[in-house]
């Protein structure tokens, strides 16, 4: 009944090294869950990859997944995982101890990895060494499960001469036992990581000091929005859009919770008073709302990365007033605690316009997502030469001195948003009857405002659409206009005038270097 196993049989191999690693990068991710999130090794070497990759890969991976990048990257950084940890348990199938020392020499480099990223703690070396080393471990002992020698041997044994002694010895038979220990310590470790991931989401008690927080009233209040300025047609992009559906771009697998109580902004540079800006010295401040629009670059013409809210923040204008820049300093570079950073024209913080230090998103305080505590909104730019969430540092420089995140990878300097306009409804290519029903989008140009918008159908004459009341230059605008839609293919375009003359160019260009232009076109399909 003894069927000796070819011990070369791969298969044991992989599944050690695969239930192994599970096990320990269970452990590892639960002790990062308890020291900090973005300590975790898969966290750490993901934020390491996003941070190497070119800019083409960014966007190939936006325009891919969308505001699922992050998930697929971390897919990605799995399934790579596992066939090295598959590698490793046949590694240590024909060479005990060698497989486990792969194990632990990866546990290193994301220990290494960890450490070296902006956010890091004293201790973001830990959970990195945790999974390396439990995973090392746990490799070690499942392959000697299946060496009945090595079983009997005590650990008084001399190691290297048991490790000889096994490697002439033909596998144990049992492999019911075997297999059950290293899917025990498979499902353990998918349990860590659910739990790790539960301890680290809903229960962190950022969230709870977050949720606890009330915001001052603002002293200067915004303007109610005119009813005018919703069409409340179905399908069509909300004026306001509410914070769970807001979009969400950034470099951060794992969002930086920062205690507002730990928070401070450092404004410092080329200025003659610097100082650092506490939570409570925030607040206390008169905080002013207003209403903007933010985009991102990467949006492509007809895209979804914007979005409009109501911020509740103190004007960035009054803190360079209080800093007191020098009379070259021409940017601020604004740091993150996760070490992105961002490069603002100091005119475009410096002018009438509302660049401010929000707190407050839409009546709450920011999501964690959006940037809780406290992030810049400046009305007119891209995001990401403007937008900086998690905000805790703004240096008075030189664009001659420094570069942004973004632009040492081949994106502009500057990045004034372009006038755009997007058409939202009819929203299905499919299933539209024939008759009476309405064309709607919205149209932008951030801090220069629309004038109009223009809607084209089948190359016919552009026929003006009817705008919405435009809360301010500073967001977007709905538009629509009638249509009696008969039987047949279509095909829709609309193009925006902006406040100063400009008419949204047909000259296409992608999202990179700068932001994508080009005329929203839409073909439907209409039926009888
Ligand atoms: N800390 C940090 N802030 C950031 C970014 C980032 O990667 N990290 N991305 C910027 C970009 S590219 C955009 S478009 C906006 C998006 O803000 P939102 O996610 O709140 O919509 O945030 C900006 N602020
Ligand atoms: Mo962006």
Known sequence: MA?????????????????????????????????????????????????????WAKDAAI????????????????????????????????????????????????????????DAGGMAWLPSIVAGGVGALTLWFLVRRLRPAADASTSAAPAIQSDRAADDEPLSPDRRRFFAWTGAAAV????????????????????????????????????PIPASAELRIPGLARVITPNDSFYRIDTA???????????????????????????????????????????????????????????????????????????????VLSTSRD????????????????????????????????????????PGLYGYVSATKWVTSLEVTRFDQVKAYWSTRGWSERGPIKLQSRIDVPRRAQGLKAGETVIAGVAWHQHVGVSGVEVQIDEGEWRPATLATAISED???????????????????CRAISADGEVQTSDTAGVAPDGATGWHERFLTVFA
Not at 189 to 211: E, H, K, Q
Not at 255 to 284: C, K, Q, Y
Not at 350 to 374: C, K, S, Y
Request: proline share 7%; charged share 15%; glycine share 10%.
């Open 3 to 55: 069927h000796p196993v070819d011990r070369t049989a791969p298969a044991f191999g992989w599944a050690a090294g695969v239930g192994a690693v599970i096990f320990g990068a269970g452990l590892g991710e639960l002790t990062a869950a308890v020291i900090a999130p973005s300590s975790s090794p898969v966290a750490a070497i993901g934020a390491a990859l996003i941070d190497a990759a070119p800019s």
């Open 63 to 118: 325009a891919l997944f969308g505001t699922a990048d992050k998930i697929a990257l971390i897919a990605g950084i799995a399934l790579v995982g596992l066939v090295l940890a598959a590698f490793a348990g046949w590694l240590e199938l024909r060479r005990p101890r060698w497989g486990a020392a792969v194990v632990a020499a990866f546990g290193v480099v994301g220990a290494v990895v960890a450490m070296l990223r902006p």
């Open 188 to 223: 353990a470790g998918v349990l860590a990581i659910a739990a790790g991931s539960v301890r680290s989401s809903g229960a962190a008690a950022v969230t709870a000091v977050r949720r606890a927080l009330r915001l001052p009233t603002p002293a200067g209040a915004a303007a």
């Open 253 to 331: 697998l794992i969002i930086p919770e920062i205690d507002p109580a730990d928070w401070s902004l450092r404004v410092h540079g080329m200025v003659e008073n610097e100082f650092t800006l506490t939570w409570d010295e925030l607040l206390a401040l008169p905080l002013e709302e207003s209403v903007t629009t933010l985009a991102c670059v990467s949006n492509p013409v007809g895209g979804e990365l914007i979005g409009n809210a109501l911020w509740l923040g103190y004007p960035i204008r009054e803190l360079l007033a209080r800093a007191k820049p020098v009379s070259d300093a021409d940017m």
């Open 339 to 378: 070490g992105f950073t961002a490069s603002t024209p100091i005119e475009a913080l410096t002018d009438d316009r509302n660049a401010i230090l929000a707190v407050g998103m839409n009546g709450e305080p920011l999501p964690l997502q959006h940037g809780f505590p406290v992030r810049m909104v400046v």
């Open 475 to 493: 967001t977007w605008v709905q538009w629509s206009v009638p249509w009696v839609a008969t039987e047949g293919d279509h095909l829709i375009r």
